[in-house]
């Protein structure tokens, strides 16, 4: 359904990513946002996913500054290497790239932005920073809570697992006092990266219920 693109980001620097279309007419576009792991078989088909509801969804490949059409499975051998690239991640960089597929899809319509993991953190930043969004989501950003004196320009909902290992409830609650607006959900029992079926951590309930929201959301908020 989809297929490879490249993108050109303000500073001329050119990035990779994955795009894929709906049959018929698309409601909107998406901007998807990797994990760690990049632009891999599981972001390309949330990607397909997406087009099959009837979205043009692009996935940059943000990790393209630093390793060029980096992709990763989730063994504990391949999630080790793949941690390199959120030691020190540059969040200026990563927006600049988001800012540019964001521009790639606006003449489509309204567009959505969607992440998990890092992606997740990332949604929220671009929410709060990017121009030409008109609805974000993350789902398990652990870096959210960093950000969350910074405003979301549009609305945003937000997916977290009540057993993420990497993000305490806490930080959960901290998010919810300083942004009541936001529509953050919890999922009993999950752990990071429920949403994705190629993880150990994968909880169909959840994932299941975390996407209806995520369509039902999107569906409500970006329309002409």
Known sequence: MGHPIKLTASDGFQLGGYRADPATAPKAALVVIQEIFGVNHHIRNVCDRFASAGYVAVAPAIFDRTERDFQSGYSPDEVAVARKFVANPDWTAML???????????????????????????????????????????????????????????????????????????DVETIRAKQPDLEVHVYPGAQHGFSCDERASYDKASADIAWQRTLAFFAKHLTT
């Open 96 to 170: 600049r790239d988001v800012q540019a597929t964001i521009d790639s899809v606006k003449s489509v319509g309204p567009v959505g932005i969607v992440g998990f993991c890092l992606g997740g953190s990332v949604a929220y930043a671009a929410a709060t920073k990017l121009t030409g969004l008109s609805a974000a989501i993350g789902y398990y950003g652990g870096a959210i809570v960093r950000f969350a004196d910074d405003n979301p320009g549009v609305p945003m909902m937000l997916h977290f697992g009540e057993k993420d290992a990497g993000i305490p409830l806490s």
